[in-house]
């Protein structure tokens, strides 16, 4: 069975530049999967709020944590509306002319209100799953979750059910007269890596870093 | 003259870990400058919107640019309030109980609302400040922005007046009794680097690359 693609409404139909816009749910779930951080808006007084957060997802739904004081989780929790949007840069798009200078990303917008988890078994299950998606095979080597610990963290989750991913790639699209010119043009590709992992300066001695630790490439991350 | 501090208002000031928060403006002012993608945040109908897009600073202003067309912009230029964040992730901090996992980062929240450029000779500075802070010395190589392009354009500002910056660094921080387990813990840094620029395959022959193009250090990337 095929994932349903996700709503176009008029606040997730893709406007500016129509033609970047994408709908399909693999094509959404591909952006999500390749990185770590979104930022997610709020509104607090009319005002809005931007907060860069970790998120993660399973399924079709798309989870973030904090702690259970938190204002923004607490604003949210209660079911405010929530922008959740994700970008990757790819690279420096460099044309012929101002104008036509652009950049290389994938985006995802996904809208609606945000549900707390409010069994305790399914929020360790939901942070176990934050934690392997993060770290694959840590999850088991840790001092396990206590249940101040449980109660102390606020998880949230969204349906991926209204949205749009955009994206852009590819060399600059100059006018056709400006070719001519003897300007460079072309793209710098940019990515971010991971370096050698850095031990703890209190590491108990002949702990290893575990084999792979560094490898994030699940996370959209390069090895250097 | 030293640069006064940022107003630290109820929305501006750092609630959560507050001994994170700096409100200092040359600390705001080194955190904008070593990146170039915000996320800022507006309300349509009540309900939030987080677009992520390129900007640039000038003294105590922050500008970002767009399509004359753009909604986003439009809103934004009728003095609705917005939010701008920037984050830079800088590590995985690595625990050994899954509560004290983090982030090592930079971020900046900036609030306020924006004002459109009217005056097209100061639109055209705005733009060339735009490219050059992006790509030194690329401003004069390229073909000159013609009226229609620059009417095409929206630029838009905002004074650095009331935000804050927030930032971790440095190894995780465990429960005392945790320290004494065999787990590894540390920090895996991450960063942006800029790979070997790529021509446009129209590039005319005999154009190499200009000295220094892949060398983005000012914009936060390292070489790799």
Not at 62 to 83: E, F, K
Not at 122 to 138: C, H, I, Q, T
Request: aromatic share 8%; hydrophobic share 40%; glycine share 8%.
């Amino acid at each position: 069975m095929s994932n349903p693609p996700l709503k176009r409404t008029d606040r997730s139909r893709v406007k500016r530049l129509p033609k970047r816009g994408h709908y399909d749910f693999d094509a959404v779930a591909a952006i999500l999967d390749a990185g770590f951080l979104c930022h997610i808006g709020y509104v607090i007084d009319g005002a809005p709020l931007v907060t860069p957060t970790a998120y993660w997802r399973e399924g079709r739904r798309v989870y973030w944590h904090g702690s259970h004081a938190s204002r923004m989780l607490n604003i949210q929790a209660a079911g405010a509306p929530v922008c959740l949007t994700v970008a990757h840069v790819d690279g420096f798009v460099m044309a012929r002319s101002a104008f036509h200078h652009s950049i290389n990303y994938r985006s995802v917008m996904l809208f609606g209100s945000a549900n707390a988890i409010g069994d305790a078994d399914e929020k360790l299950a939901a942070l176990k799953g934050f934690v392997e998606r993060m770290y694959p095979r840590r999850w088991e080597t840790l001092r396990p979750v206590n249940r101040k610990e449980l109660r102390a963290t606020t998880v949230l989750w969204m349906d991926i059910d209204e949205g749009s991913a955009k994206m852009r790639s590819g060399p600059p699209v100059d006018d056709e007269p400006d070719y001519a010119l003897p300007v460079w043009a072309g793209v710098v590709p940019v990515r971010m890596v991971a370096d050698r992992p850095t031990n703890d300066p209190r590491l108990s001695p002949g702990i290893e870093v575990p084999r792979g630790l560094g490898d994030l490439r699940h996370l959209g991350l390069a090895r250097k």
